[in-house]
């Protein structure tokens, strides 16, 4: 009997894996909450798995091959790897859908076969710029007196463009580029960003006021702490992540307000009940999920990041 592998029998229960690099951060822990919502919806088996390393994507994919899943969503712990988990998956017959972090090939180009969901990067880190500038515009700063620290991680395209979005953002608000401080992260947690912010603030001693954005709110949060580490406060520090997970939420929850002065709030509903959904449509149906999916964001503070994530429908899942 012939079988047609791209789609399922009727009576074949839906497995499908939601692959994440870096599981402790808040923001692919709500991808996972959403893509729950999306299985209880929709009466799927998901497999939660977390891979921060090249080795351990290949073994999950093998892993949920093993168990019967017909596909996964994945965002990768390293965008390179993408043509070995293209043929990985392959190999395992197992539907592939990318998040966040978008695989690219040899040369460094998108793969753009692979259906992939991601937030528009430049428009976001746009977004990031232009509120820092009109921030401090409101209090009167001279923006020639102001450093800016962009938590870099350039290897990382979506990173790239988000923070090199900001930084012309500023610089056509009228920051001098040559204030724009690069502080390249090794990792991108918020560890990793203070050490680097700290590197920027030691070797520039000469700014009244401190600035910082970076790839997501753990970025941006690194670099706030390393302000306080010396002394620059609330009043002379305006950062804003990406993101509005817990990390950004928790922010806002202390009694006084910090330096981490607001984030682009994006949707993790989007990225990880939406996709898990597509996913879903193609096993069954064998739609294959749109190639491109660029979401946005919405600026929030303190004072209405409660009111703007009501609004984005992301109070579900908590
Ligand atoms: C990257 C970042 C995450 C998050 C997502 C959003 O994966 O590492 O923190 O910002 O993008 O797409």
Redesign the pocket.
């Known amino acids: 009997m012939l079988i047609n592998a791209s789609t399922v029998t009727a009576s074949e229960p839906i497995k499908i894996g939601f692959v994440v ?2 599981p402790e ?1 808040p ?1 692919f822990q709500d991808e996972w909450k959403f893509a729950e919502i999306a299985a209880k919806e929709k009466g799927f088996t998901l497999v939660k798995i977390a891979a921060q390393s090249g080795e351990k994507v290949m073994s999950a994919i093998d892993n949920l091959s093993a168990q019967k899943a017909q596909g996964f969503v994945i ?1 990768t712990p390293d965008v390179k790897l993408g043509p070995g988990i293209v043929a990985k998956a392959k190999a395992d017959g197992l539907k592939m859908m990318t ?3 978008r695989l690219v090939d040899g040369a460094g180009k998108p793969i753009e076969s692979v259906p992939y969901m ?2 528009s990067a430049s428009n976001i880190g746009k977004q990031v710029g232009e509120s820092i500038a009109s921030e401090a515009k409101r209090r009167g700063w001279d923006l020639k007196e102001v450093g800016a620290i962009n938590v870099s991680f350039d290897q ?1 395209p ?2 790239h463009d988000r923070t090199a979005s900001a930084a012309e953002a500023l610089v056509a608000a009228g920051l001098p580029r040559a204030n724009v401080i690069n502080a390249p992260e090794a990792k ?1 947690d918020t560890e990793n960003a203070f050490n680097a912010a700290n590197i920027a603030l030691t070797k520039n001693p000469q700014f009244k006021h401190w600035v910082a954005f970076g ?2 709110d ?1 970025a941006v949060l690194g670099a706030v702490r390393a302000a306080e580490g010396r002394g620059i406060n609330t009043q002379n520090m305006i950062g804003v992540g ?2 509005g997970s817990d990390s950004a939420l928790n922010e806002f929850k202390k009694p006084a307000p910090t330096g981490f002065f607001g984030t682009v709030i ?1 949707s993790p509903k989007r ?1 990880g009940q939406e996709t898990s959904e597509l996913v879903y449509e193609w096993i069954k149906t064998g739609k294959e999920p749109p190639l491109l999916t660029l979401t946005s964001g919405a600026l929030a503070t303190r004072a209405d990041a409660n009111q703007v994530r009501e609004k984005l429908g992301l109070t579900a899942a908590k």
Do not use: A
């Open positions: 690099k870096q951060e923001w965002c998040v966040d972090d991601g937030i990382l979506t990173s991108t790839l997501n753990e990406v993101g994006i990225h």
